[in-house]
């Protein structure tokens, strides 16, 4: 039945214009438009957010389609399905009667299907006498057939923008590595540059992403990264250039720059220029209830460096450094306070820059701090026997053999 006006639900169910819009699109919809039942549905799930349906108002929509016998959908009384409500939810695989009519109104609401209700709300079909046409009472589905080229563009305008999301992602990662390392190698190669401005800058770049990000929020970073990456590239460059042109070092002139000179000074904070230096502490000696010196633990989590604002020359430092690796994992405060309360400030800090070092293999920073956490305070984690694995697994890269198998939360 395709009357030249709406038709109104049964019942207590109110009109409304969005009824009115779907009812007007379905009767201008030409009558010689076949299209694949299954590709339209297809289109609609990718598109369902947009059009603002849940995935079980899909499995009710797959479920009235299954009532059509024909694949090809052209506009007519044939678009009218009036299963009961027990067989929908058969066809739903066992949906609930309740929710059932709860996702058919969303299917209607989102201009999807037409109610076509009978004088008594009832849904069935009566045939024609002779020449004169049937009447079905149900669930319309021409509009399928009338948005089937607006659902195929919302789809294929969804593909784009997660392509795009995909391949922004993508430069991000390569961004970061690529600074990382630079970073790295022009701190071990004692390359003039001022490194803790560039590092605070990668920093901040640096912060977790969520799970699902758009284009447009990751093109923004990749090109602040790219010009990060472009200025510490051409300090490497430069430094490179430089050595060359020098020829031997040992002629007079030649500057010597260690390797592993400190970013900032050796005096604790607040004693410069007021008085005798404080001695510094000693980076090999083991704070208090940490099980390795300062220096292994640097030795074994080398990435760790990368986020001070200087060197890590006290446990003070270290202990400091590893709150803003705990923000670039993003890893709750919450969390961080409760593994300090577990394991102590040094071994929390420890943990921090095993996982950060691990930071490839760990799905959840966050989760797996608190797993830890809660096996440290039932007296059954070490940070031990992580160090160690993690000192064997550089020892095994440096000589190009495969370590054993990592047991860093034993």
Not at 118 to 124: D, E, I, V
Not at 284 to 289: I, R, V
């Amino acid at each position: 039945m395709n009357q030249d006006y709406p038709t109104t639900p049964f019942g207590r169910r109110p009109m409304t214009l969005a009824m009115v819009a779907a009812q007007a699109g379905a009767r201008a919809c030409p009558e010689d438009r076949p299209v694949h039942k299954w590709k339209v549905f297809r289109s609609i799930a990718a598109c369902r957010a947009t059009l603002g349906v849940s995935d079980r108002a899909l499995a009710v929509l797959n479920a009235l389609l299954t009532c059509l016998p024909e694949t090809a959908m052209t506009p007519g009384p044939e678009l009218i399905v009036f299963p009961s409500n027990a067989q929908l939810s058969l066809r739903a695989h066992g949906m609930a009667e309740t929710t059932l009519r709860r996702h058919l109104a969303a299917l209607v609401a989102a201009g999807l299907i037409i109610r076509r209700d009978s004088p008594n709300g009832k849904r069935y079909a009566r045939r024609g006498r002779g020449e004169e046409p049937g009447q079905a009472f149900g669930f319309d589905l021409t509009p399928l057939v009338a948005r089937a080229e607006e659902f195929a563009a919302l789809e294929a305008a969804i593909e784009r923008e997660r392509r795009a999301a995909a391949l922004a992602r993508e430069r991000v990662s390569i961004l970061r590595r690529d600074i990382a390392k630079m970073i790295a190698t022009g701190l071990e190669e004692g390359v003039l540059a001022d490194w803790p401005r560039l590092n605070r800058a990668f920093v901040a770049l640096s912060a977790r992403l969520p799970r699902f990000v758009s284009a447009a929020m990751l093109e923004p970073l990749a090109v602040e990264l790219h010009t990060l990456a472009v200025e510490i590239g051409k300090a490497l460059e430069l430094h490179v250039h430089t050595s060359k042109s020098d020829g031997n070092d040992s002629r007079p002139g030649a500057q010597y720059q260690n390797s592993k000179t400190d970013l900032k000074p050796d005096l604790e904070p607040g004693t410069q220029e007021t008085g005798p230096a404080r001695p510094r502490p000693d980076r090999q000696t083991p704070l208090p209830g940490a099980h390795f010196a300062l220096g292994t633990i640097l030795s074994a989590c080398p990435e760790f460096a990368l986020y001070a604002g200087g060197s890590i020359a006290t446990w003070r430092d270290f202990i400091a450094t590893a709150a803003t690796v705990r923000g670039a994992l993003g890893i709750s405060p919450s969390a961080w306070e409760e593994s300090r309360s577990a394991m102590g400030e040094a071994d929390a800090a420890v943990t921090i820059a095993a996982i950060l070092q691990r930071a490839d293999e760990i799905r959840s920073p966050g989760g797996y701090l608190r797993g830890l956490t809660a096996k440290a305070a039932a007296g059954k984690f070490s940070t031990g026997p992580m160090v160690m694995a993690l000192m064997r697994k550089r020892g095994a890269s440096a000589t190009g053999r495969a370590g054993p198998p990592d047991r860093a939360d034993a």
